[in-house]
């Protein structure tokens, strides 16, 4: 476990989060955060909306974004309830993800291809890549090996 990771387990003392700041790394104490968390490259220019839930053994690369897709009206008038990250998610680097009304779900395995912009929920085990995002293939389960042949 990195110092960055140290850090969002600390993330409701100030200093910590001011810490993460010094790194552009802005998770609100208000986040929850599964265990295992990966943030490669120290998680440079993250950002993530205070109303996020991780899951277990996420890895988040540099420059993602998780927030609301309605922020241009007030918080408090806002439809978006939560923003929930799945178990074994991988969000590659510039990736977005932009809630809507309710709660928006990545599902578990997941991954969310670099400077995607996902505004909606996913399945599990699944790609999706683009602006906007669309799934555009399936995730190997863990343990599971397919039978290709050349």
Do not use: C
Not at 27 to 33: F, W
């Amino acid at each position: 476990m990195g110092i960055m990771e140290k850090l969002v387990g600390l993330r409701r003392f100030r200093l910590a989060r001011e810490l993460m700041l010094v790194y552009g790394l802005d998770i609100p104490k208000e986040v929850i955060v599964g265990p295992g968390i990966q943030l490669q490259h120290r998680g440079m220019g993250t950002v993530v909306h205070p109303l996020t839930t991780f899951g277990s053994r996420v890895t988040v690369y540099h420059q993602v974004t998780i927030g609301r897709k309605d922020g241009h009206i007030p918080f408090e008038q806002s439809a978006m309830e939560r923003i929930v990250i799945g178990d074994d998610v991988v969000l590659y680097p510039g990736s977005k993800i932009l809630g809507g009304p309710g709660i928006t779900s990545v599902g578990r395995g997941t991954i969310v291809a670099a400077n995607a912009v996902l505004f909606s929920s996913t399945g599990e085990w699944e790609i999706w890549a683009g602006i906007p995002a669309r799934r555009v293939g399936l995730r190997p389960k863990p343990g599971v090996h397919s039978a290709k042949t050349a």
